[in-house]
């Protein structure tokens, strides 16, 4: 085998697990295989580790249920929340709408704090529930940013600010892998703070006939919450209610390894 | 019950004793059925067989003609002895009568 042609097996082989990595190419260098088969036994099993992971219900629950939805979505909210902070700036814009600067201000907060919580817990939910596919439901997130990136033209905005989400959900994703599973007590307040948050919004929001009722696109970004909530009850009814004091519970399910 | 090619590994790693490990499980089972075994399908039915509690592995000493990479050791356990036994009693079973059999008790020719 070539050192280049090694070099490239090494590479494929870096998407297996380290022990197995270990194992796999000491049995080509024994096997004296030629770089395309060995190139092509490291790719069969790297696929074939993913095809395992693919059969489970949850890397299509965090891609395609949470990841890809929710990234359009909260583009929208973060253009929402962008729009807001301008308005409240400009005071030609703010006159134009019915606020007043302190109703303007409250409507902001909300807004932000809602963008924040439905981020974070989507991020949470896409960490938690698959963490060894979380490159495709990055994929899938990122996807239609860099759509909506590449049409977006408001002259007034920056076309960052529809990514505002992305820095309370990457701390969200991050959040999950470390922790699996959210204390029930916790994903309860989260949960309800954020419903609680989102009735103002119901009533406030202009509908055109065409579009789907505010609550349907609303509960879209909701339900991740209140999965946290139903997970967390479910692990905590099996533990047994009250073990654990911290904020959080599920460290023993992080070291096992969800899918 | 097992399928074919998790009756081949056992067998080839039972045969192995202390020194099954992957490489050699492949060779094993390429030179006794004539067959390669993809490294893909190897690993994927060890972890397999592992989950089923049937072969118990563990990662041994590196070698230099590996290049210093550690082998990935393969013990069958009691549990996969049976399962084999099993399937081979099944196979004996089912082969009975059949014309490819040396001392068939059938009237097929």
């Keep these: 085998m070539t050192s280049v042609g090694w070099s490239l097996v090494e590479a494929a082989a870096r998407l297996l697990a380290r022990d197995e990595r270990e194992a796999v190419l000491g049995d080509l260098v024994e096997a004296s295989e030629s770089t395309w088969q060995g190139l092509l036994g490291v790719l069969g099993l790297v696929f074939r580790r993913e095809a395992v992971l693919w059969k489970s219900w949850r890397p299509w629950l965090a891609g395609f249920g949470v990841a890809l939805p929710s990234s359009f979505l909260l583009m929208g909210v973060s253009l929402s929340v962008s729009w807001s902070y301008l308005t409240l700036r400009c005071p030609e814009l703010l006159q134009k709408s019915s606020l007043t600067l302190g109703s303007g201000t409250i409507v902001l907060l909300c807004k932000a704090l809602l963008l924040i919580g439905w981020s974070w817990t989507g991020g949470f939910m896409v960490g938690s529930v698959s963490r060894r596919t979380l490159w495709a439901s990055t994929v899938l997130c990122y996807s239609p940013c860099l759509f909506c990136l590449s049409r977006f033209r408001v002259e007034s905005l920056s076309r960052f600010c529809l990514l505002l989400f992305l820095l309370p959900a990457i701390w969200g994703v991050h959040q999950g892998l470390r922790i699996s599973r959210m204390k029930l007590s916790s994903a309860i307040v989260l949960a309800v703070a954020i419903t609680v948050m989102m009735l103002p919004a119901w009533n406030s929001a202009g509908q055109h006939w065409w579009s789907p009722p505010r609550w349907t696109l609303d509960w879209a970004l909701c339900w991740p919450a209140w999965y946290l909530v139903a997970t967390a009850r479910r692990a905590s009814s099996k533990a047994g209610l009250g073990s654990g004091d911290g904020l959080w519970s599920g460290h023993q399910e992080q070291q096992t390894g969800m899918s | ?109």
């Design chain 2, 1 to 109: 019950m097992l399928g074919e090619f998790e009756y081949l590994m056992i067998t080839a790693a039972a045969g192995l004793g202390d020194d099954a490990y992957g490489a050699a499980i492949r060779e094993e089972i390429a030179a006794t059925t004539g067959r390669k075994c993809s490294i893909g399908a190897l690993y994927t039915t060890i972890d397999r067989l592992e989950t089923k509690g049937l072969l118990k592995t563990w990662m041994g000493d590196a070698t230099p003609q590996r290049g210093g990479r550690a082998k990935r050791m393969v013990r069958v356990t009691p549990k996969g002895v049976h399962a084999a036994k099993d399937f081979y009693d099944a196979v004996t079973r089912v082969s009975r009568g059949a014309s490819w059999v040396a001392n068939r008790t059938g009237s097929a020719s």
